[in-house]
Structures are given as structure tokens and as C-alpha cells.
């Protein structure tokens, strides 16, 4: 029983190794906080992997419009893009907005060139705030996207709070 001590210690050391560290933050915890001020502030998880834009102009950047009733954002970092544009006519006021890809209507899809993408098959989208003399507007967002292969790839915790033109 003595020589099997060791190979018990072993593997006592690699589950622990295996355990989650408290001490690292979640996912969401990384995303901009959901404020309502014009924070000019983006971000998402993709399958749980956080998506924000930086600072570098170069391969970083988030675009956002809000004009006539039509609403477009979206997040681009490196090879990766999230986009959700809404141009039937309905953006109007607050509440919730359901994000299902319609060509020419609702461009709501994701891509990835190493993962592949595809377009939404469901989600939401809820302005909860918006304030159209200081032209901010804040909410929440999530949506499904499925890719060629039948994998269902998942946006979720998506927050904005945005000054638009």
C-alpha cells in the first residue's frame, strides 16, 4: 500500500489543479458594466468568452447608429465580428425587439473566420433606455446564431449604453 502513496498524491495534485479559482473573475464580470449615461460602452460573451471592442482603431472597434427608426451596432476585435442591424422601421421607443435574421429587414449574425458564424435564429434585444434629446441609448441583447455545421453558437449578457448621432 506504501508504493501506491505517491501516485495518490499525484493525482490528488492534478484534481486540485483542476478546480476552479476563486479568485478569477467570471466572464461577465469582465463586460462593461449596464449603465444608462453614455458611456459609449459595448460587450458580449460568445459561448461564454467575453467580446469587447479596444482601443486600437486599427482592429478594434464597435459602429452604432440609431436614425429614422432603424438601429444598427456592432462589435468587431481581430477576426471577430458581432452585428445587429434592425432597419424594418420598428426601432421607435424602448422595450423589446426580437433578433431573428431577415434579410434586408433584420441583420442580426455573427462571424468568426476561424470558428466560421452564421445568422440569428432567435434572441432579444431591450432598449431600456433612451434619451432622444441627449441622443443615448442603453440596453441589453442576446441571440443565437446557427452555424453551417448545426452547432448553435451562443451571445449572451450583451450590453450597451451608447451616445449616437
Known amino acids: 500500500m ?9 493525482t490528488i495534485l492534478l484534481l486540485q489543479s483542476c478546480l476552479p479559482d476563486k ?7 469582465v463586460l462593461p458594466p449596464y449603465t444608462q449615461q453614455g458611456a459609449n460602452t459595448i460587450g458580449c460573451l460568445v459561448d461564454g468568452r467575453v467580446l469587447v471592442p479596444g482601443f486600437s482603431m486599427a482592429d478594434k472597434y464597435f459602429g452604432w447608429s440609431a436614425v429614422d427608426n432603424d438601429f444598427t451596432y456592432y462589435i468587431h476585435k481581430d477576426n471577430e465580428r458581432v452585428y445587429v442591424g434592425i432597419w424594418d422601421g420598428t426601432v421607435n421607443d424602448t422595450g423589446v425587439y426580437d433578433l431573428k435574421f431577415i434579410r434586408g429587414k433584420r441583420e442580426v449574425y455573427y462571424i468568426n473566420t476561424q470558428i466560421g458564424g452564421g445568422d440569428a ?38 450590453r450597451f449604453d451608447m451616445i449616437y448621432n
Open 2 to 10: 506504501f508504493q501506491h502513496k505517491p501516485l495518490l498524491y499525484v
Open 121 to 158: 435564429i432567435n434572441g432579444q434585444l431591450h432598449i431600456k433606455y433612451w434619451n432622444k434629446q441627449k441622443h443615448i441609448m442603453a440596453g441589453t441583447f442576446y441571440f443565437d446564431v446557427l452555424k453551417g455545421d448545426s452547432s448553435i453558437i451562443k451571445i449572451t449578457e450583451g
Open 23 to 29: 479568485d478569477q473573475p467570471k466572464p461577465a464580470d
